[in-house]
């Protein structure tokens, strides 16, 4: 599949998605690059809303958005952001978390989940559901009309995954949720891994280090790992998975949308051609991030509808 013109301009600046050997990272090393942030610029505008609060919800630090002065009661979308387990923030991805509120009209609640190596599986998975339940348990506090979806990209999408069945199991009737190239499966074995495992922007020897990192010893089959060996998708919410054509976690997001889709869950499964992992996050390069984000926006619309 040829790259994108843009997708290829991009991988000739970041042929890697770390730009080092991630053997030679320590702590240190990682904590320093948290810190930093040389895609800033091209994350989008930190457009100003009126309504933007940072609280907490059973103890992990979130960031609501409103994009109205009203009060309302609204429809809440629960963002997961990505970096491998690893990397990323409320901060970092705080033009995301904006641009949500915007375009969906709905309260976005960003979750700032703990880290890996400092906290390793399931913290990161804890955090979320944790965040999720808050926002059923607390819907005055949230403004929220009881209509709640989660979006997640990369390993923020795993975490929508996870907590979407979570919420299933309880008893929680989710509305929507929306993967975006999400990381599906620990096991790293799909065709899309060998025909993209480097040069496309994140590697497949840096998702096994990210993997290292956050899940040191864990069971590559459990659930809240990889959602892709889920044993049932039976009563799921509906979904919209969205994929980077060459990205080496494209096969097990559209995998899991066929077993979605084969276990009644009402779900769209979208390949963005040519893309390349983590345009979603970046509309300053790439014009297929506005695309996408305007599609995801329109399908959580659809479904936040009361």
């Given amino acids: 599949m040829p790259l994108h013109p843009q997708a290829r301009d991009f991988v000739a600046r970041f042929p890697s998605d770390l730009g080092v050997d991630p053997d030679t990272l320590d702590l240190g090393a990682i904590q320093r690059m948290r810190a930093e942030d040389g895609l800033a610029a091209e994350r989008g505008p930190i457009t100003h809303l009126p309504f933007v609060r940072d609280e907490t919800a ?3 630090p979130i960031r609501i958005y409103r994009s109205d002065r009203g009060e309302d009661a609204l429809p809440v979308v629960v963002y997961f952001h990505g970096g491998g387990f690893v990397f990323g923030s409320v901060k970092r991805n705080d033009a995301v978390g904006r641009d949500l509120a915007i375009r969906t009209g709905a309260v ?5 989940y703990r880290l890996a190596p400092e906290n390793v599986f399931p913290d990161a998975a804890d955090d979320a559901w944790a965040v999720v339940r808050d926002v059923f348990a607390r819907p005055a506090f949230y403004q929220s009309n009881g209509r709640v ?8 999408g795993n975490l929508a995954a996870v907590a979407a069945w979570q919420a299933r199991d309880a008893g929680l ?5 929306v993967l975006v190239y999400p990381v599906m499966d620990a096991a790293m074995d799909t065709p899309s891994y060998k025909e993209f495992a480097e040069g496309f922007g994140l590697d497949a020897g840096e998702m096994a280090w990210f993997f290292a990192q956050y899940a040191p010893g864990a069971d590559p089959a459990d659930p809240r790992l990889s959602p892709l060996r889920l044993d049932s998708c039976e009563g799921l ?5 969205v994929t980077a054509g060459c990205d080496v ?33 970046l509309p300053g390069l790439f014009d297929q991030a506005i695309e996408a984000r305007e599609y995801v926006a329109e399908r959580l619309r659809e479904d936040l509808a009361p």
């Fill in 237 to 241: 919410a509906p979904a919209t998975v």
């Fill in 249 to 281: 976690l494209r096969d097990e997001g559209e995998r899991y949308a066929e077993r979605l889709a084969k276990a009644g869950v009402a779900v769209e499964s979208r390949r963005f051609d040519g893309a390349v992992h983590s345009f979603f996050g």
């Fill in 149 to 156: 979806a989660v979006i997640g990209d990369s390993a923020g």
């Fill in 58 to 60: 059973e103890g992990v």
């Fill in 108 to 112: 976005v609640v960003s979750v700032d």
């Fill in 173 to 177: 009737s989710l509305a929507h949720q």
